[in-house]
């Protein structure tokens, strides 16, 4: 039996434009899909991650928000901030990137998120 290779590339090309059309028929109904992205410290994988999150958003026309804190970031500071945007309406997603700097609790993070804006899905909610 041979293997099958599986185009990624394709199958990626498929997923975003399926993507685009939806996000297009969201918009004609009034509604832009808004993604906050949160990044706390320097770690240059994050900063790549996030800024290719960035990219995806504007190819695929999705309203983002970056913010890039500094590491030294009060967890108080960062979960006040979570809290703003959930309250935000024209956010529909939220990502606080991890790792997370050591003196900010992960699960604190997590868990302020609201479960349906949850991204990640690490919520306990969106987890069990």
Known sequence: MSA????????AGLVKEQLRSDIRELSAAGVRPGLAVILVGDDPASHVYVRNKEKACAELGIY???????HHTSEE???EKI??????????????QLPLP???????????????????????????
């Open 4 to 11: 099958k290779l599986i185009d990624g590339k394709k199958i």
């Open 64 to 70: 983002s928000e970056v913010y890039r804190l500094p």
């Open 77 to 79: 500071e960062l979960l």
């Open 83 to 96: 809290a703003a945007l959930n309250g935000n309406p024209d956010i529909h997603g939220i990502l606080v």
């Open 102 to 128: 050591g003196h900010i609790r992960e699960k604190a993070v997590i868990e302020a998120i609201d479960a349906a804006k949850d991204v990640d899905g690490f919520h306990p909610l969106n987890v069990g």
